[in-house]
Nanobody
Framework: QVQMVESGGGLMQTGDSLRLSCEAS????????MAWFRQIPGKERDFVAG??????????TDSVKGRFTISRDNAKDMVYLYLKMDNLKSEDTAAYYC???????????????????WGQGTQVTVSE
């Protein structure tokens, strides 16, 4: 069963740090490029950060540059995707989703339509 499962969300305060995790299993994800998106109710799903299959290149949306760090661990039968979030702001409040583009290798896209697999989301709420 192919699945991507996020964890690590919670209720935080402005300035806090948090690390989201995503466990991807059920197929070979190690050749995929991967990303984190976020979404608030009534809005489109927005790109947050992306990473190439080997982790050598990353891409961030401007609002999180210098605060968020995406990383991955390509284990034997599972890929772990992480998002370290520092200096959280109230505008970071959203549901966060991990996504994977099948055999994406070094291709990174900000368009959610380009991704093939998604997690169920984890909520991050930042209060002032």
């Amino acid at each position: 069963q192919v699945q991507m499962v996020e964890s690590g969300g919670g209720l935080m305060q402005t300035g806090d740090s948090l690390r989201l995790s995503c466990e991807a299993s059920g197929r070979t994800f190690s050749s995929d490029s991967m990303a984190w998106f976020r979404q608030i109710p009534g809005k489109e799903r927005d790109f947050v950060a992306g990473i190439t299959w080997g982790g050598g290149r990353t891409l961030y949306t401007d609002s999180v540059k210098g605060r968020f760090t995406i990383s991955r661990d390509n284990a034997k039968d599972m890929v772990y995707l992480y998002l370290k979030m520092d200096n959280l702001k109230s505008e970071d409040t959203a549901a966060y989703y991990c996504a994977s583009k099948a055999n994406g290798f070094n291709y990174m896209s900000r368009d959610p339509e380009h991704y093939d697999y998604w997690g169920q989301g984890t909520q991050v709420t930042v209060s002032e």
